[in-house]
């Protein structure tokens, strides 16, 4: 396995630590996916949040409806008209997710120690004793001694709002499980979340597909979220999907990595998707905690190098509820941009925590600070030597425009570009400054009327790291 750690690029000076930053035209050139929901739904606060640097609004389909979160889409484009900033969308898919069905929304307490149901009979109702979930097959695929995570918000080991449970029996349908730590469920659904167990659901649902040949074509998403990729054939088989529906054909499918499974096959994966999210929350789960940090650093390298976005999830968790991250949590966010991660994903920080603009300007912030710090030499070399000889002509044309830039000490690389291929491959590289990509339209027909193509491109730029777009006139 290759290493991917990014050493700094040279000792820092104390002094510099204290200076203040200078205002710069480009904002970090990390990118930011925002969450958004009850907390961030105004014009007002989606407003701020794109001032703040969020390129990438993420509609969360695993909680409300398709009419919900239109008028939440509505929001976000008269605050793009307002600020004039690009921000592309990104529908989240619900995928083999299970779930805790709690039909009174009444706060459910259970104690450590005790005993608790799960059961397919969506009939019961929801209580400290019997939990119904809307999975027919789990008594099928647990055995005693697994474990097993239920909560709006995955277990951490320092939060009440979740419970890890042990199976002690399967009985027919049911799964008796010990509580292995207090907690209050409150809401009306709940992820359950099955470790290292593989569940027999499929990666793109019924629900799924309705949602996007509905509200998905409706509104022309740019990204599509695989949840729970489990094998390339997961990707294959969305595109196929999106092939169908006109213009969703051009959406770019980004594999979510949530489990075990994911990782085995996450080779094949890299191969057929547009990009990849690391779902450090699920992973963080299925895996023991002293594996995350590696495979985080493996993954990235393996991103980095065949020149596909990598997203990064569950960095700033303590600010759903506070002004400030921890300690921890900044660091771990400036080491994420220095392993190679082109995004972070805010998801609870700003679906319903009390401080999604601050959120957002924070991680900015930190993104940009590391970013100046990044080995960019060390990356630039890694990258070429991975590429082998010979290079393709684009990718030898790329390569060489990233090296000549920074012997001028170049303050911005502009790149033309109609498919916006030549744009990705300078971004590949890392250049020390931004690159400004200028999408020339192109002019197409459907024999009833001409249109310019071009928006799509631009937009899909808004997931990679240092890439910037100008949006035409006639788009």
Not at 110 to 137: C, H, K, M, W, Y
Not at 140 to 153: A, E, L, V, W
Not at 268 to 282: F, H, V
Request: proline share 4%; glycine share 6%.
């Amino acid at each position: 396995m290759h290493s991917s750690h990014l050493l700094l690029e040279e000792p820092i000076r104390m002094v510099s630590i204290l200076e203040p930053s200078k205002p710069n035209f480009f904002p970090a050139m990390t990118k930011i996916v925002g969450t958004l929901g009850p907390k961030s739904r105004s014009v007002e606060v989606i407003s701020a949040c794109l001032k703040a640097g969020m390129s990438v609004a993420r509609f969360d389909f695993s909680w409300d409806d398709p009419e919900y979160h239109q008028e939440t889409l509505e929001n976000l484009k008269n605050a793009i008209k307002t600020t004039k900033k690009l921000c592309a969308v990104m529908l989240d898919t619900v995928g083999a997710e299970m779930q805790v069905v709690n039909k009174s929304e009444k706060a459910i307490s259970l104690e450590a120690d005790g005993q608790v149901v799960l059961t397919p009979d969506r009939g019961q109702e929801a209580s400290s004793q019997i939990l119904p979930i809307n999975f027919d097959g789990l008594a099928k695929s647990m055995k005693k001694g697994d474990t097993i995570f239920i909560g709006q918000y995955l277990f951490t080991g320092s939060e009440t709002t979740s419970v890890w449970l042990e199976v002690s029996e399967v009985k027919g349908q049911d799964v008796i499980c010990t509580i292995k730590n207090s907690a209050t469920l409150a809401g009306s659904l709940f992820t359950l979340h099955a470790s290292q167990v593989h569940i027999d659901l499929p990666t793109l649902t019924d629900k799924d597909k309705e949602v996007i040949s509905t509200w998905g074509v409706k509104n022309k998403i740019d990204f599509l979220s695989l949840s729970y990729t489990r094998h390339a054939e997961d990707v294959r088989q969305a595109r196929e999907f999106l092939s169908k529906l006109g213009d969703l054909s051009q959406t770019q499918i980004f594999a979510k990595i949530e489990n075990v499974e994911g990782l085995t096959h996450f080779d094949e994966i890299l191969q057929e998707a547009d990009g990849i999210i690391l779902s450090r929350g699920n992973l963080g789960i299925d895996l023991p905690p002293e594996k995350v940090f590696f495979f985080q650093k493996s993954a990235l390298y393996k991103c980095n190098m065949a020149g596909k976005p990598a997203v990064l999830t569950r960095v700033v968790d303590s600010m759903t509820d506070n002004l400030r991250p921890t300690r921890a949590e900044a660091t771990d966010v400036a080491n994420a941009v220095l392993d190679g991660s082109d995004a972070i994903l805010l998801g609870a920080e700003t679906l319903r925590g009390l401080y999604p603009v601050e959120t957002i300007s924070t991680v900015g912030k930190i993104c940009a600070e590391a970013e100046k710090v990044f080995n960019q030499d060390l990356y630039f070399k890694k990258t070429v030597k991975y590429v082998g000889e010979p290079m393709t002509h684009l990718e030898s044309i790329a390569s060489s425009a990233v090296r000549a830039a920074i012997k001028v000490k170049a303050s911005v690389i502009i790149c033309f570009t109609s498919s916006g291929r030549a744009a990705r491959l300078i971004a590949k590289y890392r250049p020390t400054m931004p690159v400004l990509s200028v999408v020339i339209p192109r002019l197409k027909t459907n024999q009833l009327k001409w249109s310019f193509s071009g928006a799509f491109e631009v937009r899909s730029f808004c997931f990679i790291c240092i890439l910037f777009s100008v949006r035409c006139p006639s788009m």
